[in-house]
């Protein structure tokens, strides 16, 4: 069992950034990990992941705005979000796909986070 722990969000204006953390009990396993988000009445989608080869891979929505980074000594993955906007207003997910399993983004699957709110003011 994997467990992820996530820090960093809360309340901004428009046009403000934020960073979320997500650090991961073990790092051995690691395929990739990535952040997905959910507003109130709609589905977890995808936002933004990074491959154990260190490739990345974003949601339309969020191109150009968010990055997504890591350090490995730590298993920890960063989300900079940048240029926010209410829209982005969700309960951000930290995602762990663990080795030898298939990385789809578009299909929630593996560990998760527990989430954390990011609330973007207009």
């Known amino acids: 069992q994997v467990r992820l722990v996530e820090s960093g969000g809360g309340l901004v204006q428009a046009g403000g950034s934020l960073r979320l953390s997500c650090t991961a009990s073990?790092?051995?396993?690691?395929?990739?990990m990535g952040w997905y988000r959910q507003a109130p009445g709609t589905q977890r989608e995808f936002a933004a992941g990074?491959?154990?080869?260190?490739?990345?891979s974003y949601a339309d929505s969020v191109k150009g705005r968010f990055t997504i980074s890591r350090d490995n000594a730590k298993h920890t993955v960063y989300l900079q979000m940048n240029g926010l906007k209410s829209e982005d207003t969700a309960v951000y997910y930290c995602?762990?796909?663990?080795?030898?399993?298939?990385?789809?983004?578009?299909?929630?699957?593996?560990?998760w986070g527990q989430g954390t709110q990011v609330t973007v003011s207009s």
């Open positions: 995602n762990y796909r663990r080795m030898f399993t298939p990385v789809t983004w578009s299909a929630p699957s593996g560990y």
């Open positions: 073990e790092g051995t396993q690691i395929n990739a």
């Open positions: 990074i491959m154990r080869s260190g490739s990345t």
